[in-house]
């Protein structure tokens, strides 16, 4: 007898255990996998799916299945990535060997990346203050916003030669930050439709 009850307990402990085991690894990633999906059906509605699925996925826990966070982390993402390819041409500017023509364009270049910076930051600041009573005002805002820093970009791109070496980095990454905020902006357009 007394053999069989600490196997009974043991047997009792393995099954509570083994339930334990499969219940929590059973909710964590359908969790993950309904984020995923939010935001893999969400991108499928912007120009550039395939970055903005990539750009996003990792943020999955943060936004869930919230539109408006959605939103907001497609901003932050730009944000961040404008922000570090405005530095990575800071540097390119002093580092390469140009021609005038293309020294003259870099300077524009970094113009326009900086106004499309604080367009994204302003952006980034009117959806911070979104209430129920001051929705479509602080949209349209958010919206204008974004799309002068896209306008922006696009600018800074066009004065470089995409023939040359130095032409095709440059546009390479204004090219990259203009799809996320093309991504960026429908996604805003998808909250604020939700709204209308």
Request: hydrophobic share 40%; proline share 3%.
């Amino acid at each position: 007898m007394e053999c069989s009850i600490p196997k009974q307990f043991l047997r009792l402990f393995l099954i509570v255990l083994a339930i334990n085991i499969n219940s929590s690894s059973a909710t964590k990633p359908i969790a993950s996998k309904t984020s995923t999906d939010f935001i893999k059906a969400s991108c499928s509605y912007t120009t550039y799916p395939t970055l903005c699925f990539t750009s996003l996925a990792s943020h999955a826990s943060f936004i869930q299945t919230s539109p408006k966070l959605l939103a907001h982390a497609a901003l932050n993402v730009t944000l961040s990535t404008a922000k570090s390819t405005s530095a990575m041409m800071f540097q390119l500017s002093k580092s390469l060997l140009m021609k005038p023509r293309e020294a003259e364009a870099m300077q524009d270049c970094l113009e326009e990346l900086s106004d499309s910076v604080d367009e994204l930051q302003r952006s980034l600041a009117e959806m911070g203050q979104i209430k129920s009573s001051n929705f479509q005002l602080t949209m349209s805002d958010t919206q204008t916003w974004v799309s002068a820093a896209l306008t922006d970009e696009s600018t800074c791109s066009d004065g470089f030669d995409r023939n040359t070496k130095n032409g095709k980095v440059v546009w390479e990454r204004i090219l990259n930050i203009a799809h996320l905020t093309s991504n960026a902006l429908a996604l805003i357009n998808m909250y604020a439709s939700l709204h209308a």
